[in-house]
């Protein structure tokens, strides 16, 4: 019922820029948080960024300086602003959102399908 859709992925040259965005719909009541993780081939997933609700700001320390989260509440999209991309960067990026249905609820964290970036000279 709850949908996450990233876009924005493809292919770039090291120390490029891309931006990645994302839009959750369905029955959602209140967002607690949302973020962008990476999983490279052969690596576990990891976090990239994620931002609260209230506008707080979580990085890896390797994208901390060159990467930038944001978010719309009323929109429930949040983008990711990536700069001086490097080899290491390459993965398949994720978009969660952490969310509660109905006042008074439980959250619970959905996923999207994700969206390739190749960053390759």
């Known amino acids: 019922q709850v949908q996450v859709v990233e876009s924005g992925g493809g292919l770039v040259q090291p120390g490029g820029s891309l931006r990645l965005s994302c839009v959750v719909s369905g029955s959602i009541f209140s967002i607690n948080f949302m973020g962008w993780y990476r999983q490279a081939p052969g690596k576990q997933r990891e976090l990239v960024a994620t931002?609260?609700?209230?506008?707080?700001?979580n990085y890896a320390d390797s994208v901390k300086g060159r990467f930038t989260i944001s978010g719309d509440n009323a929109k429930n999209t949040v983008d990711l602003q990536m700069n001086s991309l490097k080899d290491e960067d390459t993965a398949v990026y994720f978009c969660?959102?952490?969310?509660?249905?109905?006042?008074?609820?439980?959250?619970?964290?959905?996923w999207g399908q994700g969206t390739q970036v190749t960053v390759s000279s």
């Open positions: 931002i609260t609700r209230g506008g707080d700001t």
């Open positions: 969660s959102a952490n969310y509660v249905s109905h006042s008074g609820g439980w959250y619970t964290t959905a």
